[in-house]
């Protein structure tokens, strides 16, 4: 039977292979002792690990994969299958009494790759093993189980199934990570295939290899052990059933299967039957022993326990704060602390109880740390702590509190300070308010002593803290002030007030301090506050004794008056008081009104400090000029030495502080003339040097053809980042120093490119440069705007060192007998030159024209004598006379030029040149014309003078 998902008929024939050879691989029987007790029956290739459990088989234990794990599975008795995947396998055991065989296959998953493979031992008969479980009776089974292989969990079957499950599915993801299954993976999708083994190969091994059967030994390693420290060693036995064999041993293996949190310990004799431990600690200890001997095996276990050592309680110690504490009324509340109570372990409960105290409505009772206690009255109390630790035990202690009635102390009578009073002042007001209770509820009473008795006095508000008393006599008055708490105490205090008799002296007029005044001020005040007398003043006058009329004195009556209408002169004021008894005094004061003396205004002008371009603004301060009057007025000239260049600012030229724009490089001086109201002036004179750009040199200038007013603040940090990407430097680097108008259709940027902090800018000639061949390899279409021109804002051509650079044009003017190079300045750099010499030029140019015309001659020349050659008439040939002939010597031809002639194929002796015509026309020429000419010119050449060298005759000749 065989399960085949319908992907599998897509792959290629190496996956095919591929597929085929390691599920060969894994169905080969295990090496060694293994094959000879057990054999592969059967399989299922992409079986998911939950599959297994729905077929009846549980988990065992879990290995790494491959022959080790067969071996381990041939030697467990209770394995009869092996679910491996991803180099990782898994002990399998059947569930079911029938057995688990493989009559059906459940559906499997997307992601399934896991290989169950059923194994057929010998005469090894299947024994399950129930669960192992911890208790504390100590019990023991057999189990085989390879040194190799993990444990299967000691839980029930479906806890360590989901565990086992969980860590294939992790195996399966791993597997099914990137690259790996990219590029190793033959499968791509769910292949279920079952594989049965060929029965006569399998009869065949079966008769060939007979199996062996493995020997199940009883193992034990004892009851369980309880130690309590501080012993903390224990001796492990195993014993094996049945005895080894004479002559043989068994070999032991002791391995710890758990332990607790931080555990330490010795072992000693793991190779032996007996296990020694030693320095144990406190927890649960799980040993198991594997005995090994010749076809046999079993395996023992066994828990070691270790207590703690027993504690000796202590009882525990109840402390209470404070031991003894005391409050009065109306404090009503208190606390009393027992946390502070200990024990060797712990303080379990608290227990507070009121052993003695006043008579109350209840009793204090409570179980917390701190005992709080409220709405206390008046007396002793007594409370009980008792404190119970963990163990049971307890421990009493008491606390002491005394509350004590609420004290009420005698009243504090407080009359005031003695007064004095002097007539005609006859009445006065006494103040008790300063008396106190610690109540703060009074009552007061306000009478004449008895030592005052029959003096006469008004009084009112007697039994108020306050006393007013009038119609005073001469004498000495006593009066005392009794003030009762609400509980009956009083206290009594007493004042005097010494009315005294009328002493009355005449006022002393003060009229104030001489003053000078100097028109165009004409008014001052006139002031006699100052005037004094021991009672009180009751009128003040003030009159003119002298000086100018028409003066005008307002509050007259007053002490302070106000005099107007003043002119150039001395006036003297009387001013005379009067008091309650009609005494006078009087005192007069002098007032000087002079002649006004104008001064003129001081200029005076604060220097700005030196500025660099680029900054072209800066101020004057002329603020600083003063006047005696205080009105001036400021204007500002330009001396005739200072720059043209540079603009006033907001009409500033006629205010205190001068503001200029738009400055250049140069020493402006300016002249601040200040002038009062008189029309007195005064001159200073300020300065402001403006220095020169430092990286003047650096700067560029790019003509743009836009219009200045249509350039935005995003366009122009576009811009500004596009000439970045140009010249390939960092986004801040471009610093632009103006934008301003070139014309009114284009815009000029000036700026200069930073090479970083703390370093020069770029040069300004390579950056012109750098940038105008971007934008001719870019065709200046990269910018959102055309540029019209890029180049440095100071002309900077060297003209080749025999010129100047002319900065309105910003071309070379070549000194005398220098020349531009135009090809350099056209088709090149178009830099403007002076590389060529004048002189070199004209030499050249001479040549240039003797060549030219020479090569039109040459040429000329060559192309007339070939047309006088190809228009040269055929050569007619005649019969020579005898004499003729000897008279006649032809020039030998040259043989270069010359070609041999061939032996004529006619058999006429001679031809006329219309049968040579006819001939060439109908029957192709003999010769070319090329030939023909070549063989016929040197024949008419013309003859040197003398005689000829002899030649041989040719055939033609003879013939003719």
Request: proline content about 7%; charged content about 20%; hydrophobic content about 35%.
């Amino acid at each position: 039977m065989s399960y085949a998902d319908p992907k599998l008929l897509t792959w290629s024939l190496p996956h095919l292979l591929q597929m085929l050879l390691t599920y060969l691989w894994l169905l080969a029987p295990p090496p060694g002792v293994a094959a000879d007790l057990c054999h592969v029956t059967g399989g299922i290739l992409g079986i998911h690990w939950s599959s297994t459990i729905t077929l009846g088989w549980y988990p065992r234990a879990i290995g790494l994969g491959g022959a080790t794990c067969w071996e381990r599975c041939c030697l467990d008795p209770s394995c009869g299958a092996v679910w491996s995947l991803g180099g990782r396998c898994v002990l399998l055991s059947c569930s079911r009494k029938d057995g688990c065989p493989i009559s059906f296959l459940p559906q499997p998953h997307e992601e399934s790759l896991g290989l169950l493979q059923l194994v057929t031992k010998g005469v090894v008969t299947k024994k399950r093993r129930s669960p192992r479980q911890i208790s504390s009776s100590g019990h023991h089974k057999t189990h085989t189980v390879s040194p190799n292989l993990e444990p299967a969990p000691s839980l029930p079957p479906a806890p360590s199934t989901i565990a086992l499950l969980q860590t294939a599915q992790k195996n399966l993801s791993q597997s099914d990570d990137g690259s790996s299954l990219k590029q190793n993976s033959t499968v791509n999708s769910t292949i279920d295939l079952v594989v049965s083994s060929n029965s006569s190969d399998a009869d065949r091994d079966t008769a060939t290899r007979p199996p062996q059967a493995v020997k199940e030994l009883v193992v034990s390693a004892g009851e369980s052990v309880e130690v309590t420290l501080p012993r903390n060693e224990v001796e492990l036995n195993a014993f094996v059933l049945p005895t080894p064999p004479s002559g043989t041993n068994y070999a032991f293996d002791w391995r710890l299967i758990t332990h607790p949190k931080d555990y330490s310990g010795e072992m000693e004799g793991k190779k032996s039957k007996t296990l020694k431990l030693s320095q144990l600690t406190v927890g649960l200890y799980e040993f198991g022993v594997t005995v090994i001997g010749e076809g046999a095996q079993g395996e023992g276990f066994v828990n070691v326990t270790v207590k703690p050592e027993p504690r000796v309680n202590k009882p525990p110690v109840a402390v209470v704060s404070p031991k003894f504490q005391e409050i009065s009324l109306p404090t009503s509340s208190t606390v009393i602390d027992g946390s502070q109570s200990t024990d060797d372990d712990k303080v379990t409960a608290w227990h507070w109880e009121e052993v003695k105290g006043p008579l109350r409505e209840e009793k204090v009772l409570a179980d917390t740390k701190v005992l709080t206690l409220t709405n206390l009255v008046p007396g002793n109390y007594t409370f009980s702590l008792t404190v119970t630790d963990s163990d049971g035990a307890t421990n009493s202690t008491q606390a002491t509190l005394s509350v004590n009635k609420a004290k009420d102390y005698q009243p504090v009578s407080n009359a005031g300070p003695n007064q004095v009073i002097q007539l005609p002042r006859n009445s006065i007001t006494l103040y008790g308010n300063q008396s106190t209770d610690d109540h703060d509820s009074l009552s007061y009473e306000w009478s004449l002593s008895p030592e005052s008795k029959g003096k006469v006095v008004e009084m009112q508000g007697v039994r108020t803290p306050i006393l007013q008393l009038s119609a005073m006599q001469e004498g000495d008055y006593t009066f005392q002030l009794t003030v009762t708490d609400s509980s009956g105490q009083q206290d009594t205090s007493h004042v005097t007030v010494i009315v005294q008799p009328e002493n009355n002296k005449a006022p002393v007029a003060n009229a104030g301090p001489e003053k000078e005044l100097t028109l165009p001020v004409d008014r001052t005040t006139l002031d006699g506050s100052k005037s004094s007398d021991d009672q009180r003043i009751a009128t003040y006058r003030w009159t003119k004794t002298s000086g100018p009329d028409g003066v005008k004195i307002e509050n007259a009556d007053s002490a302070i008056a106000t005099v107007t209408g003043l002119e150039v002169g001395t006036y003297t004021f009387t001013l005379t008081v009067t008091d309650e008894r009609n005494l006078e005094n009087s005192n007069t004061v002098t007032v000087i009104v002079r002649e006004e003396k104008d001064q003129p205004p001081v200029a005076r002008v604060i220097s700005s400090p030196p500025i660099s371009l680029p900054v072209r603004t800066a101020s004057l301060d002329g603020s600083h000029s003063i006047d005696d009057k205080g009105g001036i007025s400021y204007l500002w000239t330009r001396d005739d030495s200072s720059p043209a260049a540079g603009d006033v600012l907001n009409n500033s030229d006629h205010q205190a502080v001068l503001f200029l724009g738009n400055m250049v490089e140069g020493k402006y001086r300016f002249r601040l003339t200040v002038t009062d109201s008189k029309g007195q002036s005064n001159s200073d004179s300020g300065t402001v040097e403006v220095k020169a750009d430092p990286w003047e040199r650096d700067l560029v200038e790019l003509v743009l053809e836009v219009p200045v007013s249509q350039v935005s603040q995003r366009q122009r940090d576009l811009l500004l980042r596009q000439v970045e990407v140009l010249l390939g430097v960092l986004d801040g680097d471009i610093i632009v120093r103006e934008i301003n108008a070139f014309n009114e259709h284009s815009t000029r940027l000036v700026f200069l490119v930073s090479a970083g902090p703390g370093r020069p800018p770029l040069s300004g000639r390579s950056v012109a440069l750098g940038l105008r061949n971007k934008l001719r390899k870019q065709k200046n279409d990269f910018l959102i705007y055309k540029a019209r021109r890029v180049d440095t804002v100071i002309c900077q051509l060297n003209c080749s060192g025999h010129g100047d650079c002319d900065p309105f044009s910003r071309r070379c003017i070549c000194h005398p007998f220098w020349m531009e190079n135009f090809i350099r300045a056209q088709l090149g750099d178009a830099e403007s030159n002076c590389e060529w010499s004048v002189l070199y030029v004209t030499i050249a140019s001479f040549m240039i024209v003797v060549a030219t015309a020479t090569l039109v001659w040459a040429v000329f020349c060559c192309c007339s004598r070939r047309k006088s050659r190809v228009r040269r008439s055929k050569s007619r040939y005649k019969i020579l006379e005898a004499e003729e002939r000897d008279s006649l010597e032809l020039q030998p031809p040259r043989t270069a030029r010359l070609k041999p002639v061939t032996t004529p194929t006619s058999s006429a002796l001679m031809r006329s040149d219309s049968d040579l015509d006819s001939e060439d026309v109908q029957g192709g020429d003999l010769w070319t014309e090329q030939e023909r000419g070549q063989l016929l010119r040197p024949q008419n050449g013309s003859l040197r003078n003398g005689q000829g060298p002899p030649r041989p005759k040719k055939q033609r000749e003879e013939l003719l």
